[in-house]
């Protein structure tokens, strides 16, 4: 079931991010830096109106719910408090963003308009009790079917940046409608029953504990694009938005995995199984190295190539402030193994306060100080010294609790791998035609060939338990891995 919840939970978060990303080509090509900034402006503003309406419920609920999903009675009034909750706080925060459209924006107001619905989504949004049912099918099946129709409008409808505002329609629909097909996986899972106000809310204050960390890490995942858009216009903003955007594409498969893991982990503390909670860790460790290594150095060695064949000429100057931005998976991997699987499972929501709020903090001054004169350099430096405070803090708390030594080498292993995949593209391409898609799948082939094949090796000669966890029984190999 594990297994399975992954698989869907990849598959989810890869497809929300994904399609966006098969839409980037065509939008940089029609947009431009300047349009492709502008709409990049807009969106971010309007995602921490969604993040306010939400409360951090990703976190807490799927929380609240996996610890009585075997309890019914239970399970049906924690659910339907929360949900009321849920609907008064969004229902408010919807009222300001309106504020905002119709008083506040500027040259983006037709873009933002046409977001709406994204906050209106957060009235009707119950992933959270899915995920703390380990249902993921749901999720991944009907989000991506009405996505993938969003894809289709955006290339039938957008000609020009005057139209930028159908593509924020389009995918506000696709969220808003999305989430009420998910609402109709709950039927006979969950029941609503009446709760009082005072109960509902009964959840609020630690819902919004949780919601502070989320709103920190938002600092510095999204205000670094509207500091850049301010500061040093729309067309470096709109550089630094393709960069970025292959980076969240990539750690969608990092939040997937940890939003499967969290309510397991959560469920086997409950149980009092710490032990299979730390082995879990273990191997969560190894294979979120293997995946995040092979992604940075793997863009640290196509990224020259890759950036104009896909975005197009007037985009060339992201693969600069791509490269970068790759190591930060590294760092977002091995943070997210911790937070996922031991803080918020054991309740130290204070230890994710803490160390996100450092990083919001560090992210604010690094952009403020470098902005101004590194234009979207400055925002790329600032995410990353954001991204290392994070896990830093974590370890300052959980020294003593945790083996940091062996993950801290479990990371070696893999940046070795890397680097050694990353000095073999970089040797075969000079051989290659440059600017040609056919030379580049050769190099991802051959670089995807040699680093899976020393991960495979010392999975099976080091006795990691990563083949036994990953593999099929029938292809397991025998003896203790």
Known sequence: MARKNTLYNIAYRVFSVLLPLVTAPYLSRVCGQHGVGLYSYAWNISYIFV???????????????????????????TFSAIFRMQ???????????????????????????????????????????????DQFRPIAVRNTCVKLLAALAVFLFIRGPQD???????????????????????????HACPV??????????????????????????????VMVGAIAGMAQNGLYENAEK???CLSGFISAFGNVMMPRASSLLAKGNEKEVRRTMSLSMHLLMAMVCAMAFGLLAVADRFTPLFYGEDFRESAPLMVPLGFSLLLIGFANVIRMQWILPHGYDHIVLRSVLTGACVNLIANALLIPRLQAMGAVIGTLLAESAVPLVQYLHLKKDLPYGGYLKTCLVYILFGSAMACLVRLLSPLLAPDAWLSLFILVGAGGLVYGILCLVYWHFARTGVLQAVLPKRLRPSGRN
């Open 51 to 77: 993040l306010l309406g939400t409360l951090g419920l990703e976190n807490y609920g799927v929380r609240a719910i996996s610890r009585v999903r075997d309890d019914p009675a239970s399970l049906s009034r």
């Open 87 to 133: 609907r008064i706080v969004a229902s408010i925060v919807l009222v300001f963003w309106l504020l905002y459209v119709f008083f506040i924006a500027g040259e983006e107001k037709p873009i933002a308009l046409s977001l709406t619905m994204m906050s209106l989504s957060c009235i009707v949004n119950l992933d959270w009790c899915l995920m703390g049912l």
């Open 164 to 190: 930028l505002w159908v593509y924020g329609f389009v995918w506000s629909l696709a969220t808003l409608l999305g989430c009420v097909s998910c609402m109709l996986s709950l039927r006979g899972r969950v």
């Open 196 to 225: 009082t106000l005072k109960e509902a809310f009964r959840h609020f204050l630690p819902c919004a504990f949780l919601f502070v960390s989320v709103i920190a890490v938002s600092v510095y995942r999204t205000m670094d694009k």
């Open 246 to 248: 292959i980076i969240y």
